[in-house]
């Protein structure tokens, strides 16, 4: 499956930059991250193809880790307690894009059901830009899988927009 991101990068690119709404020098700098990701351990991806070969989302996590820039950022803002809880044995969700044109169709709550299903760890954590829950599809997607919140209102450096980070238990119910 690293393989079959990092062959199909430029698609994966315009997804991600579509359903982010990022500028085109950001989604630049996105392209090494993800090829680096591919390679993480626990690496795991899903896609969603049209008919004709086309993509329209995909999703990707690994073992998060320390020295892991995103996992160090969430740890040091994390207590102890929930350190050890959500940390300890965590697959980290760091992508799950559906152009926008594609989403209301489940795609997205089809690519994040295959991908922690085929998650290891004992947690699952992942972050989204603050929204009103009850309007934005990401939201609702995660709160119906069961998603809790970690940290509200939560800054990455390099990025002006508030996230959450939130988490949930594994493995998903069958």
Same mark, same amino acid.
Not at 9 to 24: I, K, S, T
Not at 108 to 126: F, P, S, V
Not at 140 to 160: A, C, H, K, Q, S
């Given at each position: 499956?690293?393989?079959?991101?990092?062959?199909?990068?430029?698609?994966?690119?315009?997804?991600?930059?579509?359903?982010?709404?990022?500028?085109?020098?950001?989604?630049?700098?996105?392209?090494?991250?993800?090829?680096?990701?591919?390679?993480?351990?626990?690496?795991?991806?899903?896609?969603?193809?049209?008919?004709?070969?086309?993509?329209?989302?995909?999703?990707?996590?690994?073992?998060?880790?320390?020295?892991?820039?995103?996992?160090?950022?969430?740890?040091?803002?994390?207590?102890?307690?929930?350190?050890?809880?959500?940390?300890?044995?965590?697959?980290?969700?760091?992508?799950?894009?559906?152009?926008?044109?594609?989403?209301?169709?489940?795609?997205?709550?089809?690519?994040?059901?295959?991908?922690? !299903?085929?998650?290891?760890?004992?947690?699952?954590?992942?972050?989204?830009?603050?929204?009103?829950?009850?309007?934005?599809?990401?939201?609702?997607?995660?709160? !119906?899988?069961?998603?809790?919140?970690?940290?509200?209102?939560?800054?990455?450096?390099?990025?002006?927009?508030?996230?959450?980070?939130?988490?949930?238990?594994?493995?998903?119910?069958?």
């Amino acid at each position: 499956m690293p393989d079959d991101l990092t062959r199909r990068l430029d698609d994966v690119v315009a997804v991600y930059g579509e359903a982010m709404g990022y500028r085109a020098e950001l989604l630049e700098a996105r392209r090494g991250y993800i090829a680096t990701h591919a390679r993480r351990p626990g690496f795991r991806a899903v896609a969603t193809l049209t008919r004709d070969g086309h993509l329209v989302g995909f999703g990707y996590g690994y073992t998060s880790a320390t020295g892991q820039w995103w996992h160090d950022q969430v740890r040091g803002a994390l207590t102890e307690e929930a350190r050890k809880t959500w940390l300890t044995d965590c697959f980290e969700v760091v992508e799950l894009h559906v152009r926008p044109a594609a989403q209301g169709h489940g795609v997205g709550a089809r690519q994040l059901r295959t991908l922690l !299903r085929m998650a290891t760890g004992a947690t699952t954590l992942l972050s989204t830009p603050e929204a009103d829950e009850s309007e934005s599809r990401a939201w609702r997607l995660y709160r !119906r899988f069961d998603f809790v919140d970690v940290l509200r209102d939560f800054r990455f450096p390099g990025d002006e927009r508030a996230f959450a980070v939130l988490g949930r238990q594994l493995p998903l119910p069958t």
